[in-house]
Every structure is written in C-alpha cells, then in structure tokens.
C-alpha cells in the first residue's frame, strides 16, 4: 500500500480538478495499492467540503480534518495515522510531473532507499519558475550543505515518499509544523544513517502559492540554527539507535 497525502489549505478552487488528474495517474500506471489521502490543515473556505465530496465519488480517497493550520503538522498527522508501507505527499497544485511518481517510490519499494525525494536542482532537472525563488532555492539550499554537510540537493520540493518503518522512527523528533518540516525529516534522516534518493524533476511554479516568502526564509534559518544546536548537543538519534554511529561525526 502506498498513501499519496495531499495537504491543503485554502485550495478550494483547485483542489477537484488535481485529485482528479492524481486519481487517473495512479489508477492507469501505479502497479501497487494506493489510496489519496487529503489533509485539510484548518481550511477557511470550501476545502473541506469539497474534499468530502471527493471521498463520496472516487474510490481509494480519504480525507482528514486538522483544526490547526501547518503543513508539517498535516503530514505528519495523516503519516502516523497510515497503516500503508510507503507514505508520500504531493502539492495540491501538481507542480512537479507525475511521471516522476514511479521512479520515487521504486528504490523504496525494492527497500534499495529509506527515503526519496524529488530535486529541482540536479542536472537532468527541468523548472520553471522565477528568478527570486529560484535565487532562493539555490543559497538555502547550499547553506544546508554548508551548516550540516547534507548529501541531498533539494530539501524543500514538495515531492517526498519515505518507508513507514523509517517515517515511524524519525517523525517523532521532527518539532516544525510549518514548511521546515521537510528539512528537518531529511536532516534527521542522514544524521541516523538513513540512505535519501533522488529523483530529477520537471517543475513548473504556482504563482497563486500560499507560501508567504519572507516569512518562510525567516522560519528556515531559524529552524536550520535550532537543529545545528540540537545536533552539536547530541541530539535527533532515533530511539533505536541507528544513529550512534554516526554521532561523533555530525555533532
């Protein structure tokens, strides 16, 4: 089983159309079983009821209600309540081409990855989006590099699936509820050993986004600077100790 999450807030207007299109996809190419999860995260609009409307006409979609808003607390509420082998999540809005759905969840299938991510910043990767944002992508992302020695190359597309085995192991020391969420499950995943692959991506930006830029460069860095302590304290081992190890080398 495979849980595809989407996470909404305030996407009434787009929401119908892009789980019908994700629905085709996976209906006429996913070769496993499947299910849609939307995760309305205290949608104000019409979200919700247009979500319940999907789940009453197309099989295999669930829908989840948070009365909080936070796209990391979404995620991570539907993750934990799954009981599929492989979880993922999509933006709403389909930004990243579904032909890429495959070769994400095919290393973690095959148990080859733990983790696998979509990158708009490798090579064979086509995107399409303006200059600002791009500019941004590209010093966040080399300032991971820089602080934590990461090995991935884009923490922030919204195009993830992880094992449920590693999700349950690492989500309860992920604290960001907001759009940090994705750097610090990666952050975490490579300080506990786990092996992250990606997968070059086309990409082309939503301009009616609800990410409010400045905000959301603020709560990076300060997220990334609480992380870089908590690991300097010898903090973010999964229970189990899969990362102990590697303690001494990233602290």
């Not at 807030?9 to 999860?37: C, D, G, K, T």
Request: proline share 3%; charged share 25%.
């Amino acid at each position: 089983m495979v849980d595809v999450v989407i996470p909404v807030f305030n996407e009434e207007r787009a929401l119908s159309a892009s789980v019908h299109r994700l629905w085709a996809y996976l209906e006429a190419q996913l070769p496993v079983a499947w299910r849609i999860v939307i995760a309305d995260n205290a949608s104000t609009d019409q979200t919700w009821l247009a979500a319940q409307h999907l789940t009453d006409t197309l099989p295999h979609v669930e829908a989840i209600h948070l009365d909080r808003k936070g796209r990391g607390l979404a995620l991570k509420t539907a993750w934990l309540n799954s009981d599929a082998d492989v979880l993922s999540y999509m933006d709403v809005d389909l930004s990243t081409n579904l032909e890429s759905f495959l070769p994400l969840l095919a290393p973690l299938l095959t148990g080859h990855s733990d983790v696998a991510i979509g990158t708009r910043l490798a090579p064979r990767a086509r995107v399409t989006r303006q200059l600002k944002r791009e500019v941004l992508s590209r010093g966040y992302n080399g300032l991971i590099r820089t602080g934590f020695g990461a090995g991935f190359s884009d923490a922030q597309c919204g195009f993830k699936a992880i094992r449920a085995s590693a999700a349950r192991k690492l989500l309860p020391l992920v604290e960001d509820c907001s759009w940090f969420f994705d750097t610090e499950l990666l952050l975490l995943a490579e300080r506990n050993g786990m092996r992250i692959f990606e997968v070059p991506v086309d990409w082309v930006e939503d301009l009616d986004s609800r990410v409010v830029i400045r905000r959301t460069v603020a709560e990076d860095l300060q997220g990334l600077w609480r992380l870089r302590r908590a690991f300097w304290r010898g903090d973010g081992v999964t229970r189990d100790g899969v990362g102990d190890l590697l303690a001494s080398g990233l602290t």
